[in-house]
């Protein structure tokens, strides 16, 4: 069974600090794909990142990066510079491949409070 | 393309009545997702439609519950005999099916059905 395990409830930064947003994920499959999504308050989930299994490169948007380690099974998403409008709940997922159904299993999200 | 619609957004009822939710996903999306979302929580899946088909439904929906999507565009999750417990917000959420496709399995959500049971 798949999990996803996102330890930080809560962050609290100033305004133009970096953050890192942790997850750990747990799958028995070789072919997967993680997921960051984010959540401000008006309630919306929206899509920031997919990574496939296959693929260990870290990549860079902007602001915000990602690290991809196998090794630890982590997927950590990094703001930097944070500004308030980062404010939001963010979502790390995974999805597998068991019959080809991809349904994507969602952490418990980390609240990122970001103070001018 | 308007995204993904939900409506209503808030819906109160009172504890034994039954309340129905509807979803229209992306036009040419295929794959249609319900989930829901309690306070502190992430999404959790309840079931989800390729088409008209409904390939996969969690533990979490019970008898109570039932999702249909007649002709593979619209889809609606009605709850019979609500509890308390219902009280959440309803996720719908659209994606296409291309397996490994730059789309795949990139889920566009619509902004939720809150529901409160009394």
């Known amino acids: 069974a798949q999990k996803v395990t996102q330890a930080q409830t809560e962050i609290s930064v100033v305004e133009k600090e970096d953050v890192t947003l942790d997850c750990v994920y747990e799958t028995r499959d070789t072919t997967y794909y993680l997921f960051w999504y984010k959540q401000p308050p008006s309630g919306e989930l929206v899509f920031l990142i997919r990574?496939?299994?296959?693929?260990?490169q870290n990549e860079i948007s902007g602001r915000y990066s990602w690290n991809f380690q196998k090794s630890t099974s982590s997927f950590n998403f990094t703001i930097t510079a944070s500004q308030v409008v980062d404010s939001a709940v963010y979502f790390c997922?995974?999805?597998?491949?068991?019959?080809?159904?991809?349904?994507?299993?969602f952490g418990r999200g980390t609240s990122l409070i970001v103070h001018p | 393309d308007t995204g993904v619609s939900q409506d209503p957004r808030h819906k109160i009822t009172k504890r034994g009545q039954n309340v129905t939710f509807r979803c229209d996903p992306i036009?040419?999306?295929?794959?249609l997702y319900w989930y829901r979302q309690t306070l502190g929580q992430g999404p959790e899946f309840l079931t989800y439609?390729?088409?008209?088909?409904?390939?996969?439904k969690s533990r979490l929906l019970s008898d109570r519950f039932s999702a249909e999507r007649p002709k593979g565009s619209f889809s609606t999750l009605e709850i019979q005999r609500t509890e308390q417990g219902d009280s959440a917000m309803y996720l719908c959420?659209?994606?296409?099916?291309?397996?490994?496709?730059?789309?795949?399995?990139?889920?566009?959500f619509g902004a939720g059905s809150r529901l409160t049971v009394l």
């Open positions: 997922a995974l999805s597998e491949a068991p019959g080809g159904s991809y349904i994507p299993t």
């Open positions: 036009s040419e999306h295929n794959r």
């Open positions: 959420a659209s994606s296409h099916g291309a397996r490994g496709g730059s789309g795949a399995n990139v889920l566009t």
């Open positions: 439609f390729q088409n008209e088909a409904q390939l996969e």
């Open positions: 990574r496939n299994s296959f693929d260990e």
